[in-house]
């Protein structure tokens, strides 16, 4: 079971703007925020945005991340076909010492 | 830049023990903490654990009774050992650099991110 709630999927259509969310608690996401990952079919996940919201170098401006309380979002503006992909949240659990992932939400791009 | 490179037996039997190795290229296996993810076909991602060069280690509470990891720094690799595997293990397995970390209030460190990855391996536990 994931440690961090995301819906399973969104769907949007093309060149509009998607939000995805991801819930945790006080002791995950609203302590130390969420980094965002990317992840294409048969693909290796690909960082998005690190637990401060940066972008690592290449990574489209398209893609800003946010934390407000408990809830960390991914918001992708001017949504292209290859947006369509999985994202995952992750975040570091201060009362587990443990990293935990949210479950995934699917992203389609109409 | 950092590259990543999983390899290991890709078929076990039940209670058998998983091996795998990462091997690190284009940078110093010293500079980072390294982390374990593992993906069952068609579901989400699972911590493992990391490691530091030194030794220092930290595993997720559910595998921590059947996980070791361990690195040899002079050949660039990291390792990943769990024992006593099940059909439930069945998964691509992941090393990663943990990027932009900091220590919690516990004195744990813990990633930032993970960035990069590499391209994982796929270990099915069958009879």
């Known amino acids: 079971q994931a440690g961090l709630t995301q819906p399973p999927s969104v769907s949007k259509g093309l060149r509009q703007t998607a939000t995805l969310t991801c819930t945790g608690n006080s002791n995950n996401v609203g302590d130390q925020g969420a980094a965002w990952l990317q992840q294409h079919q048969g693909h290796p996940p690909k960082l998005l945005s690190d637990?401060?919201?940066n972008r690592p170098s290449g990574v489209s401006e398209r893609f800003s991340a946010s934390r407000s309380g408990n809830t960390a979002s991914l918001t992708i503006t001017g949504l292209q076909p290859e947006d369509e992909s999985d994202y995952y949240c992750s975040a570091w659990d201060s009362s587990l010492s443990s990293v935990v992932f949210g479950g995934g939400t699917k992203l389609t791009v109409l | 830049q950092v590259q990543l490179q999983e390899s290991g037996p890709g078929l076990l039997k039940p209670s058998e023990t998983l091996s795998l190795t990462c091997t690190v290229s284009g940078d110093s296996i010293r500079d980072y903490y390294w982390s374990w993810i593992r993906q069952p076909p068609g579901k989400g991602l699972e911590w493992i654990g990391y490691i530091y060069h030194t030794g220092t280690t930290n595993y997720n509470p559910s595998l921590k009774s059947r996980v070791t990891l361990s690195v040899d720094t002079s050949k660039n690799q990291i390792f990943l050992r769990l024992t006593s595997v099940t059909p439930a293990d069945t998964c691509v397995y992941y090393c990663a650099a943990c990027a932009g970390g900091d220590f919690d209030s516990s004195g744990y460190y813990f990633p930032g991110g993970l960035d990069p990855w590499g391209q994982g391996t796929l270990v099915t536990v069958s009879s």
């Open positions: 637990r401060h919201n």
